[in-house]
């Protein structure tokens, strides 16, 4: 039976994700419950949620993301029922484009329902070092909303206010970063830069701001090679790495802006 996704469920979700060596936390599933309501699903056997995706809206665009099913009840084609269900509700609520990021298992069935390959994600981890904190500026809203409209052609001011709330951003009107600490290091993301040097600036500070020996980790769009430099030669290292896709409108799309998502490839 496909039900709503509650905050109940969340422990749950968590813990088939943590099985698969996912990083997800509590903040982001709290996050997409309240900001879209009602768009959030699973399937229930039992009584027990055994599948889960979570979607959101942002403009004229929509993520779907956190598909997952219990290893017991793959084969039957849950995963494809929550998808179509994820698909509708977006289209309902205005989404003309619909993105996700997809594993190598998982391309075939976003396939099949539509969705093409647009770029690349690769995920980089690294370690903060010890050094003085230069002083930073935070980053007005409407700057952040800006910048990141010109790389995704979208208004996602619900993800970047989220963000900027929960987190450290700094930065100036051509470029920002946004430091976001898990229980198991520092999130790097949302990234976004026109200028080399300013990006090299950016990660240099928050390498620092992190902490020496801190573990460091963010998904770069393949495309952006501007980031893979930088981030090669501070250290980082790729972890591993999904195919970005989207379904519906063409994205005015532009990865030369986007250094790191908001998100680990759940919503942006």
Excluded at 94 to 103: D, E, K, M, N
Excluded at 141 to 168: N, P, Q
Aim: glycine share 14%; hydrophobic share 40%; charged share 20%.
């Amino acid at each position: 039976m496909v039900d709503r996704f509650r905050t109940t469920d969340i422990d749950h979700f968590l813990q088939l994700a943590a099985r698969e060596g996912w990083l997800c936390n509590r903040w982001e599933l709290e996050f997409l419950l309240h900001s879209s309501p009602g768009r959030c699903f699973v399937v229930r056997h039992d009584d027990l949620p055994v599948a889960f995706v979570t979607t959101v809206t942002y403009g004229n665009s929509g993520w779907i993301g956190n598909l997952i099913v219990r290893h017991d009840q793959r084969g039957r084609g849950l995963g494809m029922g929550l998808m179509s269900r994820a698909i509708a509700s977006l289209k309902r609520a205005g989404a003309r484009t619909i993105w996700l990021t997809a594993s190598p298992t998982g391309r075939p069935l976003y396939e099949k329902l539509g969705f093409r390959s647009i770029d690349g994600i690769r995920r980089w981890a690294g370690t903060g070092i010890d050094g003085p904190v230069a002083g930073g500026r935070m980053v007005p809203l409407a700057g952040m909303v800006h910048l990141d409209f010109s790389g995704w052609g979208d208004d996602r001011r619900l993800l970047l206010a989220a963000v900027r709330e929960r987190g450290e951003v700094y930065g100036e009107s051509d470029g920002f970063l946004a430091l976001q600490r898990w229980p198991t290091g520092v999130q790097l993301g949302p990234w976004n830069s026109r200028d080399r040097e300013l990006a090299a600036t950016l990660l240099d500070s928050a390498m620092v701001r992190a902490g020496g020996g801190c573990l460091l980790f963010l998904d770069v769009p393949l495309r952006n090679l501007t980031a893979a430099s930088l981030l090669a030669e501070r250290g980082f290292t790729v972890s591993g790495s999904t195919t970005l896709m989207f379904r519906g409108e063409v994205p005015d799309y532009d990865p030369g802006v986007i250094f790191a998502l908001a998100s680990m490839g759940s919503m942006g």
